[in-house]
């Protein structure tokens, strides 16, 4: 596994870690649980591009 990806999912635990916790004690309706969903979205899908366009031999930064 590459070190760049690593570092990824070192952040996913992370954020999911503290959007968990900060459910807990705010709810999950809390604005401050819903940054942390947001930034955890953020995070996976740069984890999961490299893959994506490999896969399907696409750009993911192409404009349409």
């Not at 570092?7 to 942390?36: D, T, W």
């Not at 896969?55 to 192409?62: G, H, R, S």
Request: charged share 25%; proline share 3%.
């Amino acid at each position: 596994m590459s070190n760049d990806r690593q570092v990824l999912l070192n952040q996913i635990e992370e954020l999911r870690q503290q959007m968990v916790e900060s459910a807990e004690r705010l709810g999950f309706g809390h604005p401050q649980v819903l940054r942390y969903s947001q930034k955890l979205d953020e995070v996976c899908t740069q984890t999961m591009k490299p893959q994506f366009q490999k896969k399907y031999q696409i750009d993911l930064n192409a404009s349409i």
